[in-house]
């Protein structure tokens, strides 16, 4: 098992809400990155978080936010929800150290937007 | 941006047979290829990555094979037991030193018969 968590597991929302979605890392892990795995799909780059920071985002709008904080773990913020939203929500943590390094995922929220 | 695509989209295979798991990329920038495992309700788990400096990579009765050329990865799984049975995910990744975003296939679902 990683030590990448995340809470809530499981999550109902109502259509027009905001959630918030948290992501500890690993220990040591200075970067965490948030994916959206629709039902029998890949998962998706949502965006990248590095030394508190964007570092880059996928095609996503801006009603997806997100934070990192000083020990490096993060929420994902989604305002006006959507049906379509609904999805497993996956953090992955990784060193960056200039180059590519490997991810290790949480065990994912289950979001469902009724 | 890059598009990763994974073939076949299912497979089944006898206890004890190989089985292999193409993928494609597009983005000949791309310079790491993880392959994660996902069983059912779980996290996505890494179970072997290789760098475009190299061209196959070994761990027990699991390989990768990258050839840059076509742009292509495979998975080979050696002496397939049922506890193989899951959803695998190739992906790639182009690290620009801004960030390391992972763009995954739509996965497969190997099914290793007893």
């Known amino acids: 098992e990683t030590g990448v968590t995340q809470s809530p597991t499981h999550l109902i929302k109502t259509r027009g809400q905001q959630v918030t979605l948290r992501c500890s890392s690993q220990s040591g892990h200075n970067t965490v990155s948030w994916y959206q795995q629709a039902l029998g799909q890949g998962p998706q780059f949502i965006f990248q978080?590095?030394?508190?920071?964007?570092?880059g985002r996928g095609n996503f709008p801006p009603r997806f936010s997100g934070l990192q904080f000083p020990n490096y773990s993060s929420e994902l913020n989604v305002n006006a929800l959507e049906l379509d939203d609904s999805a497993l929500y996956l953090c992955?943590?990784?060193?960056?150290?200039?180059?590519?390094?490997?991810?290790?995922f949480g065990q994912g929220t289950r979001l469902t937007v009724v | 941006g890059e598009n990763v695509e994974q073939h076949p989209s299912t497979l089944s295979v006898q206890e004890g047979d190989s089985a292999v798991i193409k993928c494609t990329y597009s983005d000949s920038a791309s310079n790491y290829f993880p392959w994660y495992k996902q069983e059912l309700g779980k996290r996505p788990q890494l179970i072997i990555d290789?760098?475009?400096?190299?061209g196959e990579k070994k761990d027990q009765r699991i390989a990768v094979t990258l050839n840059k050329t076509a742009k292509h990865f495979s998975l080979h799984i050696t002496e397939t037991q049922p506890e193989d049975s899951a959803v695998y995910f190739c992906?790639?990744?182009?690290?620009?030193?801004?960030?390391?975003?992972?763009?995954f296939g739509k996965g497969i679902t190997l099914s290793v018969r007893p």
């Open positions: 290789i760098r475009s400096n190299v």
């Open positions: 978080y590095y030394r508190e920071e964007e570092n």
């Open positions: 992955a943590s990784s060193f960056n150290r200039g180059l590519n390094t490997e991810a290790f």
């Open positions: 992906a790639a990744s182009k690290y620009t030193g801004a960030n390391s975003k992972l763009t």
